[in-house]
């Protein structure tokens, strides 16, 4: 078993809408120690609208990744050979599933409840994320996975290195390389969790603020009152 954090970026900011954040080879350096430090195996570098591959870490197993800004929303692409670049909004998800599929990467929905509808649109996707910045909303993920039939993992979404580990997923395989860690997702064999650390959980707390006056936390239609609960939790 290896704990992999499947979601983490090289910078703390995400540049500007026209074009990717740019790489950071010693943020790069930073998340790869923390995750040492912290006893993870592996990071999967997932910057925005670009890949750039990382060499590899002693003790660390760097897996290539990519988070795509498709038309719905985020959708992280991780494995052996994820896209170098794709421009904002240019891909639908479906598209985005479909590319990450030639190149034998798994296709994921990120942070489903946080400025993303891709949770409502039919494509063959791998996984749902439980995100770091907001493990509140783990309990509807786990439903949204049950709905589709899903698994899900965990990701920090680190964009500063000490909030790396926070989330991350248990991947059960015999080595940790970029396809095994897709063949892990594609059959179920991956684990969320979330850290308990006490930084984590105050940290967590200014993410909602901030997200919840930018207007980017969603919910599940479910919760609306009048709604009711979604089909099964009657």
Known sequence: MFAVDLHTHTRFFHGFPSRPTPFDPVGARLVTAVAR?????GVAFTN???YEPV???DGVTTIPGIEVSSTRGHVLVVGPDPPTVTRVDALDPLAVVELAHERDCAAIIAHPYRNS???EVDAPFDAIEINGKHPRTSEWVEILADEHDLPTVGGSDAHYPFEVGRAYTAVDADRLTPESVVAAIRDGRVEPRVTDWLPHRLLRRVYRSVHTEK????R???LTPGVGPPPGEQ
């Open 37 to 41: 430090a912290r006893g993870l195996d």
């Open 220 to 222: 599940p239609d479910w």
């Open 215 to 218: 207007g980017d936390l969603d």
């Open 48 to 50: 925005h609208d670009y």
């Open 117 to 119: 509808s891709v949770r």
């Open 55 to 57: 060499s590899p870490v």
